[in-house]
T-cell receptor
Framework: AQKVTQAQTEISVVEKEDVTLDCVYE???????LFWYKQPPSGELVFLIR??????QNEISGRYSWNFQKSTSSFNFTITASQVVDSAVYFC????????????FGTGTQLKVEL | GAVVSQHPSRVICKSGTSVKIECRSL??????MFWYRQFPKKSLMLMAT?????????EQGVEKDKFLINHASLTLSTLTVTSAHPEDSSFYIC???????????FGPGTRLLVL
């Protein structure tokens, strides 16, 4: 069975602070894919990143960066210099390598960025 | 821009009526689409996998006769909530992977309120 754990239910930060959202996963697949999605108040899920299990390189995209640590089964997401527009629920998700495209979602982390 | 659309975005209906929600892939063909349900402040729960040309695959605990899924074409899947009751009120989201892709793109969601 696959499982994704986002232990942080809600995080509040002041604008310009850095914030890291944690994601820990469990899978027996040797090939798998990890995702982060952003869900703003409008409800639509916005794709942020996909990482496959064979690529442990960290990735940076503007103020966003991701730290994939296979040894600890973690795929953490850091927002640098947070902004109010970053306020949203962020979901980490896992897809096994066996095909079928099924995603297992974490419970999400509500990020509130205040002025 | 959006690659998956949903219609309607919001619907209010009386208890006992049926509601149809459409999910369309806009610039690609999707042999598979997914239907999720999300309760307020909760994660996405996969309801079923919609397969073009064959029956949908339902997740455990999801009533097939209650939530009818039809994948009419390579760009359209519909979810019909039959004889809706207030407990069916929720946010319904569909997704589709781009052909050959490993990333699911989500529709904007449909908020259903059953009175």
């Amino acid at each position: 069975a696959q499982k994704v754990t986002q232990a942080q239910t809600e995080i509040s930060v002041v604008e310009k602070e850095d914030v890291t959202l944690d994601c820990v996963y469990e899978t027996r697949d040797t090939t798998y894919y990890l995702f982060w999605y952003k869900q703003p108040p409008s409800g639509e899920l916005v794709f942020l990143i996909r990482r496959n299990s064979f690529d442990e390189q960290n990735e940076i995209s503007g103020r966003y960066s991701w730290n994939f640590q296979k040894s600890t089964s973690s795929f953490n997401f850091t927002i640098t210099a947070s902004q109010v527009v970053d306020s949203a629920v962020y979901f980490c998700a896992l897809r096994g390598g066996g095909g079928g495209n099924k995603l297992t979602f974490g419970t999400g982390t509500q990020l509130k960025v205040e002025l | 821009g959006a690659v998956v659309s949903q219609h309607p975005s919001r619907v209010i209906c009386k208890s006992g009526t049926s509601v149809k929600i459409e999910c369309r892939s806009l610039d690609f063909q999707a042999t598979t689409m997914f239907w999720y349900r999300q309760f307020p402040k909760k994660s996405l729960m996969l309801m079923a996998t919609s397969n073009e040309g064959s029956k949908a695959t339902y997740e455990q605990g999801v009533e097939k006769d209650k939530f009818l899924i039809n994948h009419a074409s390579l760009t359209l899947s519909t979810l019909t909530v039959t004889s809706a009751h207030p407990e069916d009120s929720s946010f319904y989201i569909c997704s589709a992977p781009r052909t050959g892709g490993k990333t699911q793109y989500f529709g904007p969601g449909t908020r259903l309120l059953v009175l």
